[in-house]
C-alpha cells in the first residue's frame, strides 16, 4: 500500500534562548500509521512533537529552523493560520485537561469556533460522533450536562479526544497521554488508538517502549536532542541499526 505523508519535516532545530533541543530532526508522517516517539527523558522528542503545531510558539525565546509541512504547506509560512493549524493537527496532553464545562460543550466547543455545525440537530450529531469515535458515548450519554472535570481520569483523556476529533482533525498528537492512568484505563486509551489508526495520522510520545511496541507501526529513537533512528517499530525493537537504540532498547541506559 502506498504511504500518504501527512506531514513532512526537514532539517529542523528548535532553540530555546542559545540552548538547541533539537538537532537536524528530519521524518516523514504517514496518514496510515501510528508513530511512536521514545527516547530517554529530557531527550527532545516532547518539545518535537509540540513543534508539529506550533505549540512552542507560546514559549519565549524559542526559535525554530528547518522546514514543516502538512500537506505541502508550510505550517511556519506567513500564510498559515496558527488556530486552523491547531484544528488540523490536534493535541492530547499527558494530564487531562478538559475545559470546566459540560461533557457536551467540551466536545461542541472546538466546531462551534470553527463554525462547522449549522444549528443544534448537526452540533449534536458532531458531539455524539466524536465521542463514540472516543469509545465514551455509551458512558456519558445519559449525562452530557455533567462537567467534563467530574469523570474519571480515563474518561477525561478520553473526552479530550474526542475534544480533538471534534473538529476533524487530519493530525492527533498524543504527548504521553496514559502516563498519568492507570493500567485499565491505559489499555482503553490504546485500544482506542488502534481503532483511530488510519483515520487520522497519530503521533504518540511515550515513556513505555512496551505501550510503543503495542499501538505503533512507526518509531522513532530520540537522544540527546537528535533522531538516531526512525523505521518499522518491529525492526526498531528487534534489529535496530544504530548502537544507541540497541543499547536503550536493551536497557544498558535511560
Known sequence: MTETNRISARNVKV?????????DVSIDIASEHVTAFIGPS???KSTFLRVLNRMNDTIPGCRVTGEIKLDGQDIYGPDMDVV?????VGM???????FPKSIYENVAYG????GLANGKTEMDAIVE????RAGL???VKDRLTDAGTALSGGQQQRLCIARAIAVSPEVILMDEPCSALDPIATARIEELIDDLKGRYAIVIVTHSMQQAARVS???AFFHLGTMVEYGPTEQIFTNPREVRTKDYITGRYG
Do not use: M
Open 129 to 132: 460522533k466524536s465521542l463514540r
Open 137 to 139: 458515548w455509551d458512558e
Open 111 to 114: 466546531p462551534r469556533i470553527h
Open 217 to 219: 507501526q512507526r518509531t
Open 92 to 98: 492530547v496532553f499527558q494530564k487531562p485537561n478538559p
Open 15 to 23: 532553540f530555546y534562548g542559545e540552548k538547541q533541543a533539537i538537532n
Open 84 to 88: 486552523q493549524l491547531r484544528a488540523r
Open 42 to 44: 529530557g531527550c527532545g
